[in-house]
């Protein structure tokens, strides 16, 4: 039987533990900043001033499955669809690996299977910029 004393402490390093605990997954998670794109034709366009932090953003165009995740390496850009082609689930981004939550194959962030059991790369767009737009096709 635990005492005043002793219950006091046990619940004073289990709750110091608990919040050491969410702290430390907090700070790990960095928000993913949405972009919307505007469309001309075939072309899919979105302001560099927008994109404000961060190796990655993901792009809304209501006329696709899922967003684009775009990727700046250097002065080049890359582009993907973020649906899986193996069942079409919304793959989930990330800095180095893109994974879906479904079956879990997990993707470059090139677009590249690294796991199946998605047998197809991701989806790519063709990109292009200049001085303030950042262009995909």
Known sequence: ??????????????????????????????AIQYL????????MSVEKSQWTEGEFVLVRNPRLPAPIYLRKNDDNYTALLLECTHKQ???????QVLKCPCHGSEFSNSGQVL???????????QTWHDQTHIHLR
Request: aromatic share 4%; glycine share 8%; with cysteine.
């Open 36 to 43: 919307d794109a505007t469309l001309e034709d075939q072309t």
């Open 1 to 30: 039987m635990l005492d005043r004393r002793k219950f006091m402490k046990t619940s004073s390093l289990a709750g110091t533990a608990l919040c050491c605990g969410l702290v430390g997954l907090t700070s790990n998670c960095t």
């Open 115 to 125: 796991t199946g059991p998605a047998e197809k790369d991701l989806i790519s767009f």
């Open 89 to 95: 689930c919304e793959v989930r981004p990330g800095t």
